[in-house]
């Protein structure tokens, strides 16, 4: 039997806890597929560096999803382009074959809430996989992301609120290599 996770909210540490719970699960020897959606660019300049231990880990299969969001000057990129809604159905895809493939303990799929809030994916979508999940119930699943919406708190079996009580990025703070990204 696997339960649903969610970690949500507009607080730091969502992302940090699906990490931490994938090391502790490969810690005790088991299988875990992490994918993180709209994150997906890989390269000279990776952003994202929780990967570079994660692909260190032999029991964590790792799945990126997204195109590149940062611009040549530093800049971000909010808005939408066609390649993002491809590459979140593509992560939806992957996700879903994944948990009929009963190999894993834990999947973890990594801002998949965030692409419902932002637009990348519909709420039904996201719960399609939800539905894939229930079909199955083998091991865990742990959706993460800014925005969870009623329909997927309601089906969750743990559901974390990340709450932003204060912040230094309203001090003017960019983000920190190795803090934030």
Same mark, same amino acid.
């Given at each position: 039997?696997?339960y649903?996770?969610?970690?949500t909210?507009?607080g730091?540490g969502?992302?940090?806890a699906?990490v931490?719970?994938?090391?502790?699960?490969?810690g005790a020897?088991?299988?875990?597929?992490?994918?993180?959606?709209?994150?997906?660019?890989?390269?000279k300049n990776e952003h994202?560096?929780?990967?570079?231990?994660?692909r260190?880990i032999?029991?964590?299969?790792?799945?990126?999803f997204g195109q590149?969001r940062?611009?040549?000057?530093g800049r971000?990129?909010?808005?939408?382009?066609?390649?993002d809604?491809?590459?979140a159905l593509? !992560? *939806?895809? @992957?996700?879903? &074959? =994944?948990?009929?493939?009963r190999?894993y +303990?834990?999947i973890?799929?990594?801002?998949?809430v965030?692409c419902v809030a932002? !637009? *990348?994916? @519909?709420?039904v &979508? =996201?719960l399609s996989?939800?539905?894939e +999940?229930?079909?199955?119930r083998?091991?865990d699943?742990?959706l993460t992301?800014? !925005?969870?919406f009623?329909?997927?708190i309601e089906r969750?079996?743990?559901?974390?609120?990340?709450?932003l009580?204060?912040?230094y990025?309203?001090?003017g703070?960019?983000?920190?290599?190795g803090?934030?990204?």
């Amino acid at each position: 039997m696997g339960y649903l996770h969610v970690y949500t909210g507009n607080g730091k540490g969502k992302t940090t806890a699906a990490v931490g719970l994938a090391i502790r699960a490969a810690g005790a020897g088991e299988r875990v597929a992490f994918l993180q959606f709209d994150k997906g660019f890989e390269g000279k300049n990776e952003h994202y560096h929780e990967r570079f231990i994660l692909r260190q880990i032999p029991l964590i299969d790792l799945f990126f999803f997204g195109q590149e969001r940062f611009l040549p000057d530093g800049r971000f990129r909010f808005s939408n382009e066609a390649g993002d809604f491809e590459q979140a159905l593509a !992560g *939806l895809t @992957k996700a879903k &074959e =994944l948990v009929r493939s009963r190999h894993y +303990f834990l999947i973890v799929c990594d801002e998949a809430v965030t692409c419902v809030a932002t !637009g *990348l994916l @519909k709420p039904v &979508e =996201l719960l399609s996989l939800v539905d894939e +999940f229930d079909a199955h119930r083998h091991g865990d699943l742990v959706l993460t992301g800014r !925005g969870a919406f009623p329909e997927l708190i309601e089906r969750a079996d743990l559901v974390s609120d990340v709450r932003l009580v204060k912040h230094y990025f309203y001090q003017g703070v960019p983000a920190r290599r190795g803090i934030e990204f």
